[in-house]
Nanobody, 115 residues
Framework: QVQLVESGGGLVQPGGSLRLSCKASGSIFSIVYMGWYRQAPGKERELVARIRSGGSTNYADFVKGRFTISRDNAKNTVYLQMNSLKPEDTAVYYC?????????WGQGTQVTVSS
């Protein structure tokens, strides 16, 4: 049984920062990607950022220069540092862990950017 436990969401003012964390626990081996997606009301889920086990990263254009993804392989944990947040960043953020034969999703954590 694999669990993804997300934390760090909340309400923040425009220009503020949040740090999301996602820890994978259970029988999980050979992770290829760990990443974050988001889904705003009425919109499709979209990639925010992902990171390979070797450390290479991919970012959506709309977060480049503002968000930073990192991971701790020993702890099977992925982080998303979000700076200069905008109201349009408001969404439910989902952790995603992908291996050769599996693809797990977290339950999501709400991020709301509002004054």
């Amino acid at each position: 049984q694999v669990q993804l436990v997300e934390s760090g969401g909340g309400l923040v003012q425009p220009g503020g920062s949040l740090r999301l964390s996602c820890k994978a626990s259970g029988s999980i081996f050979s992770i290829v990607y760990m990443g974050w997606y988001r889904q705003a009301p009425g919109k499709e889920r979209e990639l925010v950022a992902r990171i390979r086990s070797g450390g290479s990263t991919n970012y959506a254009d709309f977060v480049k220069g503002r968000f930073t993804i990192s991971r701790d392989n020993a702890k099977n944990t992925v982080y998303l540092q979000m700076n200069s947040l905008k109201p349009e960043d408001t969404a439910v953020y989902y952790c995603n862990v992908v291996g050769v034969q599996y693809n797990y999703w977290g339950q999501g954590t709400q991020v709301t950017v509002s004054s």
